[in-house]
Every structure is written in structure tokens, then in C-alpha cells.
């Protein structure tokens, strides 16, 4: 009988085509689990298909489970074996229109196939971020809890833009942001019962776009919206380039824009002397102080801007003033790294990234901030079709009002499961890890005469480079005045761009690189959940070994390699 | 001798808890299990943890199985029991806060306690987005294949925000987008081989903010940027609530937005002869045209807007013209619905929510602009550290340029999935399924002379509502003049209201509800995944029994209730 139903099933395949079926899974089931989930017998089920009664769904429990338990196996797999590819993608640009079709298919195709495809076509175009010789950029590392975060989020799937539509999402959120803040000592005023409060923004950009329109509609809402074009916003130079787009979206004008000069005397980090002078010459040229970004472990070498002084500062001309923590704010649930923000009680808004060295995927920006209103007075709309008791009650928050889209994930989940499945001390341990990797590494740096660390280390970046030194042709041959200066250092900059180059063509590590007051230097950033002690020793002998071959061909060959 | 060694790993829990240690998952693990990740012997295993040498991590691949495997089952569980759970969430305010620590633990808790509070505490919150009587707002549904691309996206979690950080990324985001763009037969100007691109952002208003930014830019270059102020951007009454958001967000005047009145009479559609006469009035008064957000399916009423006739006067202005088809534009990859979007050729970007009607949950909106190289002026930043030959060489998209942050989740997998787990054909079969559902509803409400159908149904919602005629007291006892008619207007309204709120309190459907031209009426979407007819016919049921309820009150009870 069973037979005689698939074959009939099989037959009836233009039958399920009808725009009654939303799906064709026919060849994926069997005939059993049809009836089983339909709680039907035989005769029911043929009767129900020739009646075209029978709607498969996309979401059904029974194919979800299987295909689901699929993709946890190839994941694991994946896991198991990540560190058999090269760590940066060697692909050429185009590689993959080479490689699929041009269209979508016409009819459904197995998950086996598709699978298959991400094995064969998707894995050499990835970067592989989980990688444990992943040492590139700032991590952002992930975990079992928080992709089973994911797969909560993506499976009960609300749109979580006010209270009512799904209470649990937003009461989460609040109460994992208070945990979140009560981890990293967040001062009173930034929590519900000192009247502040947290949000889950997708990233440092918009947690920046939203302060930023909040800071500004305050001051546009006493002098006009005309003043617009005289606010000015202050960073550094090394404040993460987020800040000048979000400076552009919210419409300052670019030349209202300061990104003031550090030096390595402050260790590249803003000095509020500066910071005062530019704000007193933008003052008497009419212009109006608006926003400051202050930042705590900067992109590109980790600097830490010094909070309280600059607070000081920007609070002498009511300036909305925010932390962007986005790399290092992590670091701060130890309570020997909570020291670097310290002068955050002086501030309006503070950001991190979960999603970078929390173990939290993308997309994960926690923002708390002092006054909630301020968002909301800028962000909130009331249309018809969303009023609601809740809302009207004024008991409860609608997060829509404190971002900028009125969807949002339900992304509390996945920081919830991180939270819960790790414990605290066990993430200031993940933390205290790689900071300790990143003094090894440092330590095997200093060994070598021939390199040297840049920067001090404040969290788990290692900036280093080929010494000049160790430069074949650096110490004879050119003169030693100004023009000989310059060119030794941009000799010994293209050296190390190349030794760079030869790291990561490798594809066993993968590391990037800045350029800090003319110096350009390797990014050796540890932060990779995979990581273990014998990762960065390998590394270190990947570095060594490259400079090895490099610096010893000719000092021609160097030159123009 | 496991015996022993599980004792000495219970023993060992400070040696597990010192920096070295990643994590703890020791009550998680057991001895073989252990020894076999670690392919080592018991005496191997004692040695190691003495020394302090094993770091367990929070990404080991059997754990992951083992967690992952729980999870799918967790999940296939809720959605077989779904329906059993009220649809709208009935908790009060605050109902979280009094069941869950106000603390983050300290120390690790196990996935099983975790998935048993999603269980008891979360669930109680949930409002039910994927329940088939989920008829609110508009779905944003799931599918199996879009909650395993979500899980490989969280489990490679690669930052994307250029093609060298991730190529496949970038390059299966070109691709998806492309083999969209023809199943929608887009023209060809946005198309990659016609100049133009697409690009999946988070959501509608990041859609709005960069094409509104990239459009108040390319005036600003050529003005100055004082002119700031002067920009005007036209939508309707009907469009939705974030285009005001995002105009606001990019610094335009509150002043010059405009929401121009729509009408039964265009069946709230927005007039282009409105539109003209609007940006004349603003011309003469100095103000500069800037942007028109035409709507194709609006979120009230599923109206839509003449697309040709407005793009022809708005191009009169050289303004940028963005269609916003965020719910109904899933609907145009079926021929017979391809007519809604017709006019977009004199457009100058597109965006649709896959996230909401196209199986794939939040967030998936695909945006297409003619000329990415607008966005790209406006949002690209080049700092160092991202430097680097792909970029330079001019042969790659970093997409990072093309939207707001600098991060990026790797989108395009989910999107991918379920293009190919599904197939163009069932993808159309499952549209046309819902619209043929929502005539199905609309023909029962018909059916009852108590009821009305208030607007004629374009694609899967029904907006309806108790007519006025089946009001006690409607037709004596009240002047017939204008008071009179605003009245009864009034008091429809509040009963229709009334019902709303009887139906979703009783949690077994969930409907929503809007007001057009003063009329207030109850929104039935169908865009579950897994509704069906059976689920269509208990709605009504529902309705008509609680209308029967609440009309069969005496009319002093029903006006005051």
C-alpha cells in the first residue's frame, strides 16, 4: 500500500504544483510521515491529494528537524575542521558567478545539494572569522549559546518593534541590558532605576546615527532647524571612521567634521587641551558645539582617549557626549580593565560591541544611555495602525523609538543564552584568555631583535613591526637628514606591508595592518573563540619565518619587491 | 577509573576557572567524551588538567552538535504545539522582571535549564509571528530553509563589510539579489549588467535613510550645504511612519515633509496632480524638491500608488524617486502581479522586505538603486585599516559603501537558501496561496450582511469592519446632519474597536487594525507560513462569534463597554 502511495504521490506531482501547494516536498518525504503528521490513514491521504486539499508547508516540524539536524552536523563539521582552510579566502574577484547559475531554480532542490554547494563554492570565497589563526581586524567571535540564539531568533521570528507585538522580546532585552550594565559597573544614571536604560542597536554606526539625531534635535529644537549647518561633532583621528559617516548621514556639514590630531606623546589618544582649543575657535567663528565621540580602544591600535578630562571639557559647552567601547567595552567586566572607563559617569551614551569579543555574533551593539527620552523625542512615531493599550499606558518601552527601524530581531536571546551558558566568570576568563595570549605574543615579539612592539598593549591587540633596523641598506648609504629620514621610514613601511602580504598569502594566519603617525605596523589581534597558546606560537613562527626569507634577499630585491 | 576522573575534573574546578580556562562545561561533559575530543588517554587527560593545560571552549564542535541537535527539536516542538499557545501574548506589563534574576549568573548554567525558562518564561511573552492564526500588521514569516541559513550565518559569522573580509559574502549577495531582481523583472537599468545593483540592507528606512542621503548629497554638491534646510521630501497620508523617521534622522526640516492628503476617491492612493501642485507650492516658496517615496502596498490599507504618472512629475524636478513595495513586492515575482510595480523603470531605487512575505525572517530588505555610485559618494569611508589590493583594484563591491555600518551579517545565505530550497515556482505557488486565502475570507464577510468589506483587496489583506447599519441605535434616535453622521461614525468605530480587542483577548487569532479617511477598520492579513484554509474559516468564526456577542448587548451596554 505504501508503495502504491508514493508511486501515486510521485504521479501527482502536477497536482501539488497547483496554487494550492506552497511547497513540493514530496521527494523529501515518505509516505509514513505524510499520513503521520496529517493524522490521516491511506485512503484519506489520496483522497485529500487528488482533492488538492493537502497544503505542504515550508515550516513543517518534521522536515525541519531533519534538515535542521543536518546543518548543526556540517557546522560542527565545519568546526572540526576549520582550520584545514586557508584562513583569508585566496579567491580571485568574479569567482563565484563562475561557479552558480545566473537564475534562481525554477523548482526546489534538495538541502543535501545546497549544502553540498556551500561546501564546495561558499567555503573557498569565506574568510573564515572562527578560525583560531584569525588574528585580523578586531574578532567578532561567536558561540554554540549564541548561534542557538540565532536559531531561537530566526525560528520564533517577531518583529519586536513595540511592547505588544511580543512582550518577551523587549522585557528581555531590558533585563539583559541591565545584567549587561551591572556586569560592566555601568554608573546609576545609565540604568532603569536611575531612570537611564539599554537598547540592543545592530551596531556601533546606528547607535551612533541615533545618539547623534537625539544631540541634535536638542539643539535644534531651541535655535531652529536652520542652525543645522553650524553644529560641529569632535573625535580624533583614530575615532572609527562610523563616526564621520554618521556625522554625514545626519546631515552636519562635512566641514563641521573635527577629527583632531593625536600624537604618540598621548598614545594616540585625544588630548582635551585640543579638544577645548578647536571648540573655543569653532565658538568664535559662529559655529555651535555639538557631539563628542570619545573612544576606548580605538580600530586602529587600541588607544584609549582619556574620558574624564575630555568629559570636563565637552560638558563646559553642554556637548552630548558618547563612549564608543565598541572593541574594548568587552574587557570592561573584568574589573581590572573597568579602570579604562572610568569618567563614563560624565558622559550621555555609552556603546559596545558584544559582537566583537563577547561571543555574541553580528549583529550585537549594546547601548545604554542617560536619558531615554532624548532618543525617543527624536525616533518615535505614532501611526494609527501600531496604537495600542500598552503604548498608551506609558508602562511599558517600545524599542522602535530608541533605533531607527521600526522592525527589530529579537536579538536579547542570543546575549541571554551567552550570559546564562557561560556565566560571568567564565566570560572574564574568555577575556583574561586572549589578553594573555596577546602578552605571549608580545613577549615573543620583543625576543626577536629584529622587530619590535609599537604600542603598549591595553587589551589583546599586538601592534608590531620590522624594525627599521632590521631593514637591509637602512643604517648606510643615505644621508641622515630630513628627506633620509622620510624615506627610511617609508622604505621600512613597504617592507613590512610586504612581510604582511606574505603572512596572509600564506593562508595559514591572517593578520591586518594601520598606519599610526606614518608608521605602519601589523595587527596581531587575539580574540578568535578558537584560539589556544599553541595558535599564537604558530603564528609567530609564520611571522618569522616570512620575515626570515624576506630580509634576506638582496636589499634590492627588498626594495622592489 | 572515569569514575576517578570525573571526580578529579569536579575537583579541578578551580584549575578550570583560572584565566587560562576559556570556559567551564565540565557538569556538561563527560569523561569519554572528553578524551575523545581531545583524542587523548584518561592519563593524558588528568596530566593536562593538572598542568592546567586543556582550555575547553565555548565552540567545541561536540558540544555544538549536542546543544544544536536540542535546539532543532526544541524548535520543531513549538511549532507543532504553536497553535496550542495564545496568539497575542496576554502577560501584563513588567510579568518578566518578576520571574528571571534581576543578576547575570555567575557561573555557568546547562542548555537544558535555559531552553526550560524559553519555555516557561519566554513562551508566556511571546506574541506568536509564526502561528497560523497570526493575522496582524503584516507576517514576517519563516521558513526551514531561511532558519538554517541563519544558523550558517551566525555559525561563519564573517563581518562582511568588504569583499576581501568575506568575498563569498559579497559575491553571493551580488548573485542573490541578481537572480531576485529577474524574478521580479526588474528593469534592467538595475540590474548589474545594466549599470545598476542591489544590495540586501537591514531593513526599509536604512533602505530610506542611504537613498535619501545619497539623493540629499548629490543636491548638496551642487548648492552648499546651507541649503540643507530648504529640501523637501513628498510622501502620502498612507506612506509609512519610517520614511518621516528617516527624513527627520537626515537632518530635513520637520517643516518640509510632506504627507499629502490621499482620498477614497484614489482609493488612497497618493494624486499626482497633488504631488505637482504640492512641489509648485514649495518651489515658489523657495524650497528645493528633493525626494518622492511612492508606495506599493501601504501598510494601513495595502494601497498603492500610481507609480508612472508620479515618477513623470517628479522627474519634471530631477528629485530622487524611491518605490517602497516593503510588503507587497514579493507578490510581483508572479506575472499577474508584476503590474503593481509597473512604472518603476523611471524610479531610481526599489526596495521590498523579503522578511515579510518571502519566507525569510527579519531582517532581509532588498534595496536596488540605478546608480550605486550615489550611495557609494555619500556612505563610503576609507580608513587604513581596511585598505587593501581588492578594494583598490576597483573590480570588487564593499558593501559596507552601500549602507550605514561598517558591519555586515552574511544576509544573502538565508536569501539564498530559500531561493533554492524552494524554487521560484513554489515560492509563486506560496504567494498565491495567501492571496486566494484572503478572498476566501473576504467572500465569508461578505457573505454576512453585518459586515463589510471596506477597501477592495489588491493583495492578501482584508480590511473590514461591522457596518454601521448593524449598530444598535444607528438608524434612530440620532439628527441625520452632520453632527449626526460624525456621531455615528464615532460610535462605529468604537464598536469595531471593541471587537478588535474581544478577538485577540480571546488568543485565538490575532488581527490588528487601522484607521483610513476616519474610518476604523480590522486588518486580516494572511501571511503565515503555515495557515490554511481551516485556519481562515476558524477566524471568521471567531469574529462572527464575538460580533454576535457584542451586537446582541442592549445599545446602551455596547456604547458604553
Not at 58 to 72: A, C, S, Y
Not at 93 to 102: D, T, V
Not at 124 to 131: F, V, Y
Not at 394 to 404: G, P
Amino acid at each position: 500500500m505504501q508503495e502504491v502511495i508514493i508511486t501515486n504521490l510521485a504521479e501527482k506531482k502536477k497536482h501539488w504544483q497547483q496554487p494550492h501547494f506552497i511547497s513540493l516536498p514530496s521527494p523529501r518525504y515518505n509516505c509514513n510521515y505524510i499520513m503521520k503528521s496529517l493524522q490521516c490513514d491511506c485512503q484519506h491521504l489520496l483522497e485529500n491529494i487528488v482533492g488538492n486539499k493537502i497544503a505542504m508547508n515550508p515550516l513543517d516540524p518534521g522536515e525541519f528537524r531533519r534538515q535542521g539536524h543536518m546543518v548543526v552536523d556540517f557546522l560542527a563539521k565545519y568546526y572540526e575542521n576549520i582550520e584545514k582552510y586557508p584562513v583569508l579566502s585566496q579567491v580571485e574577484p568574479g569567482y563565484l558567478s563562475k561557479r552558480l547559475p545566473s537564475s534562481a531554480p525554477q523548482d526546489e532542490e534538495p538541502m543535501e545539494a545546497i549544502l553540498d554547494d556551500v561546501h564546495q563554492h561558499i567555503f573557498p570565497g569565506l574568510t573564515h572569522w572562527q578560525s583560531p589563526n584569525f588574528f585580523a581586524y578586531y574578532q567578532t567571535n561567536t558561540s554554540t549559546a549564541a548561534i542557538l540564539g540565532e536559531m531561537l531568533c530566526a525560528g520564533f521570528n517577531v518583529a519586536g518593534f513595540n511592547w505588544v507585538s511580543s512582550p518577551a522580546a523587549t522585557e528581555l532585552e531590558s533585563l539583559v541590558m541591565d545584567w549587561l550594565g551591572k556586569m560592566l559597573d555601568l554608573p546609576r544614571p545609565f540604568l532603569p532605576f536611575g531612570n537611564g536604560g539599554g537598547v540592543i542597536e545592530g551596531n556601533t554606526s546606528e547607535a551612533i546615527i541615533c545618539t547623534l539625531t537625539a544631540a541634535r534635535d536638542r539643539v535644534l529644537r531651541k535655535l531652529g532647524h536652520n542652525s543645522i549647518a553650524k553644529l560641529v561633532v569632535y573625535g580624533s583621528d583614530q575615532t572609527n571612521c562610523s563616526f564621520q559617516k554618521a556625522a554625514r548621514v545626519v546631515g552636519i556639514d562635512p566641514r563641521n567634521f573635527r577629527a583632531l590630531k593625536t600624537t604618540r606623546s598621548t598614545l594616540f589618544g585625544l588630548s582635551p587641551d585640543s579638544l577645548e582649543k578647536a571648540i573655543r575657535l569653532d565658538i568664535n567663528a559662529g559655529l555651535i558645539p555639538l557631539y563628542l565621540c570619545a573612544t576606548v580602544g580605538t580600530t586602529s591600535c587600541a588607544a584609549v582617549d582619556p574620558l574624564e578630562p575630555l568629559c570636563k571639557v565637552a560638558s563646559k559647552f553642554s556637548m552630548w557626549i558618547h563612549v564608543d567601547a565598541a572593541y574594548a567595552g568587552a574587557s570592561c567586566i573584568c574589573p581590572e580593565y573597568r579602570k579604562f572607563i572610568n569618567g563614563v559617569e560624565f558622559a550621555d551614551s555609552f556603546s559596545f560591541n558584544a559582537h566583537k569579543w563577547l561571543l555574541t555574533p553580528l549583529d550585537c551593539c549594546c547601548l545604554w544611555v542617560k536619558d531615554p527620552n532624548a532618543l525617543v523625542n527624536s525616533l518615535s512615531t505614532d501611526p494609527e495602525y501600531l496604537k495600542n493599550e500598552a503604548t498608551e499606558s506609558k508602562q511599558v518601552i517600545d524599542y522602535a523609538d530608541w533605533q531607527l527601524s521600526l522592525s527589530r530581531r529579537f536579538r536579547a536571546l542570543k546575549l541571554w543564552l551567552v550570559l546564562r551558558s557561560h556565566g560571568v566568570q567564565n566570560l572574564r576568563s574568555h577575556i583574561r584568555n586572549h589578553c594573555r595570549l596577546a602578552k605571549l605574543f608580545e613577549e615573543l615579539v620583543e625576543e626577536d631583535p629584529q622587530f619590535e612592539v609599537v604600542f603598549p598593549i591595553n587589551f589583546a591587540l599586538v601592534c608590531f613591526r620590522i624594525r627599521p633596523s632590521g631593514v637591509a641598506g637602512m643604517s648606510n648609504g643615505h644621508a641622515d637628514n630630513e628627506h633620509g629620514e622620510a624615506w627610511k621610514l617609508n622604505e621600512v613601511n613597504r617592507l613590512n606591508a610586504q612581510l604582511l602580504h606574505a603572512i596572509n598569502a600564506s593562508g595559514r594566519v591572517f593578520m591586518s595592518h594601520t598606519t599610526v603617525g606614518g608608521v605602519y605596523v601589523l595587527r596581531f589581534a587575539v580574540g578568535a573563540t578558537l584560539v589556544t597558546e599553541k595558535h599564537v606560537i604558530m603564528a609567530w613562527k609564520v611571522v618569522q619565518e616570512h620575515a626570515n626569507s624576506l630580509l634576506s634577499m638582496p636589499a634590492s630585491e627588498q626594495h622592489s619587491a
